[in-house]
């Protein structure tokens, strides 16, 4: 049986002495403490149609508590800002004024206090993109199992996944496809983002690492917790590492996957999916509320 909704929870202690001071700074100080957070794989389990991946029970009411006692804390996600806001259900949560969801790694703005989306125009290579793809999947011959988010559709025009989870072999299709979508994506000027048998073809220049970084010299914030579980979510690490060499803490957290083990060997500490991500957003709040 889980622990009862309003149990204390445990705080974990991360692995590597980075990570231990960065988590002791963040206890210490939480008033110059951010976090940020990625969506999928993290606040929201890994579904096969990512239009039913909702936040993890418990996400919503972790943070309400949470959030209050820091400077501020982020949803950094490869998604539509508002379609995560959608999902995670995060609109209109008591606490959570000071929550910001940066949408297609950075490039949509949605923040909580107005409710409003700020968005640049579409990269024009996302619709000529759009237009070939089918003949490209059916040339490599992974078209069937094989599943697109469009822009249109789920990706506001900035961005287009293709997935593989759903194929027969999904790490054969994966792949398969990545050569040829590297070579579509750069004859339009876009790139190719590798994820949990998901390829995505965006902009260049739109990462976590970059959107990070800029939330975080924004605030103003001395320490940083983040958490995320996909390669997508190794350049918001690599961000974490290079401003703890400019001297801010940070802890960094794997919401562990038997999929993604890049994240886990460079992680301060590793948790059991959304489940532990949501009991360590818990215990913290634990914590700073002296519970």
Not at 147 to 162: L, Q, S, Y
Not at 189 to 196: C, K, N, S, W
Request: with cysteine; charged share 20%.
């Amino acid at each position: 049986m889980g622990s009862p909704p309003n149990a204390p929870h445990s705080l974990p202690t991360p692995q590597t002495p980075a990570g231990r001071e960065g988590l002791a700074a963040l206890l210490s100080r939480p008033e110059r403490a951010v976090i940020a957070l990625d969506y999928d794989g993290t606040l929201a389990d890994i579904v096969p149609d990512p239009e039913q991946a909702r936040a993890h029970p418990g996400a919503t009411a972790a943070l309400g508590r949470l959030v209050p006692h820091l400077r501020a804390a982020a949803v950094i996600t490869g998604r539509p800002a508002v379609v995560a806001v959608r999902l995670g259900g995060f609109a209109s949560v008591p606490g959570l004024d000071h929550l910001t969801v940066l949408g297609h790694y950075g490039a949509e703005r949605w923040e909580a206090a107005t409710g409003t989306v700020h968005a640049p125009a579409p990269h024009p290579g996302i619709a000529a993109i759009q237009a070939e793809l089918p003949g490209v999947l059916d040339a490599s011959g992974v078209w069937r199992g094989t599943w697109v988010e469009t822009a249109i559709e789920t990706k506001g025009g900035r961005a287009i996944a293709v997935h593989t989870r759903r194929a027969a072999d999904p790490q054969g299709a994966f792949d398969r496809l990545r050569g040829p979508l590297a070579a579509l994506a750069e004859r339009h000027g876009l790139i190719v983002e590798p994820g949990r048998f998901v390829l995505e073809l965006r902009p260049p220049g739109m990462d976590k690492g970059v959107a990070l970084a800029d939330w975080i010299h924004e605030t103003g914030a001395a320490t940083v917790l983040y958490a995320g579980d996909d390669l997508g979510d190794l350049a918001a690490f690599a961000a974490v590492e290079k401003l703890r060499s400019e001297g801010l803490t940070g802890v960094l957290v794997c919401s562990g996957s038997n999929e993604v083990t890049e994240l886990a060997e460079r992680a301060d500490l590793v948790v059991d999916g959304p489940t532990g991500v949501i009991g360590l957003l818990g215990a913290l709040a634990d914590h700073l509320s002296g519970n």
